[in-house]
């Protein structure tokens, strides 16, 4: 299950939440291309949140900011591109063909879950 009650209720990020729930449900009901795609949604859905403009990069560059600024941002920069690029292999048929499996979906979602933890903030 997909502990979002852990996540602040910053509107900026409800979709984002709404989207990493349905990662969850495509998760429960096996699928796993969909999982990926809904979590790299959910970084698109929370830059746009956060950002609110119309320039992705920038909006990005905002929502990465709010780890801190810095080096901190800037490693946690790479940590979304790379898993953004995992996610990637969701949305498009590949030659040759790759397979995604549960593992697969379930590390997506977790990954996701813990950087939007980080960028979220916690409910104390």
Request: a neutral charge; aromatic letters at 6%.
């Amino acid at each position: 299950e997909v502990p979002t009650e852990d996540f602040s209720s910053d509107p900026d990020l409800k979709r984002s939440i709404e989207l990493l729930r349905e990662a969850q449900n495509r998760l429960l009901g096996g699928d796993w291309l969909g999982v990926l795609q809904n979590c790299r949604q959910a970084f698109e859905a929370a830059a746009a949140g956060i950002g609110q403009t119309e320039n992705k990069k920038s909006n990005f560059q905002k929502l990465i900011d709010r780890a801190g600024g810095g080096p901190k941002s800037e490693n946690l920069n790479g940590l979304v591109k790379s898993l953004s690029a995992f996610c990637q292999l969701g949305r498009h048929e590949e030659f040759p063909t790759v397979h995604i499996t549960r593992e697969d979906a379930r590390a997506a979602l977790r990954c996701s879950l813990s950087i939007f933890a980080l960028l979220g903030g916690r409910v104390d």
